[in-house]
């Protein structure tokens, strides 16, 4: 049995979303705005809906002024991605923390923890 389904032309649209969005993204001149990577992108089968991740370099205040920044600036990127990336419909755009970078940190915690309760004995 294969693994799941290729779509070279959902996977042509999600790479071009994430490289507008991420180019875009540096582009705004909002004070709010931190140091914003775009992770990655998914997209719902019918290309209509896009959820881009991300993460900010700073502390929980820039995080959340950042994601503040992003939904003031969802409009005008959904309509960049609307003009660079041709598709019939502009995707709804929504953008989410990514998980990862917590889940890492969180796991080297208690990687950390385990050694040193290891050393102690």
């Given at each position: 049995m294969s693994g799941p389904r290729s779509y070279p032309r959902a996977e042509?649209?999600?790479?071009?979303?994430?490289?507008?969005?991420?180019?875009e993204i540096e582009r705004?001149?909002?004070p709010g705005l931190g140091f914003v990577t775009i992770t990655d992108v998914t997209m719902s089968p019918d290309l209509r809906h896009a959820k881009a991740y991300y993460t900010v370099l700073g502390e929980s205040v820039?995080?959340?002024?950042s994601r503040d920044a992003l939904a003031r600036a969802t409009k005008h990127l959904?309509?960049?991605?609307?003009?660079?990336?041709r598709l019939r419909y502009a995707p709804?755009?929504?953008?989410l923390p990514d998980p990862v970078p917590d889940r890492t940190a969180r796991l080297d915690s208690i990687i950390a923890k385990?050694?040193?309760?290891?050393d102690e004995r």
């Open positions: 042509r649209v999600r790479a071009a979303v994430k490289e507008v969005l991420a180019g705004l001149r909002d820039e995080r959340e002024a959904r309509a960049t991605v609307a003009h660079e990336v709804t755009l929504e953008f385990i050694h040193r309760v290891e």
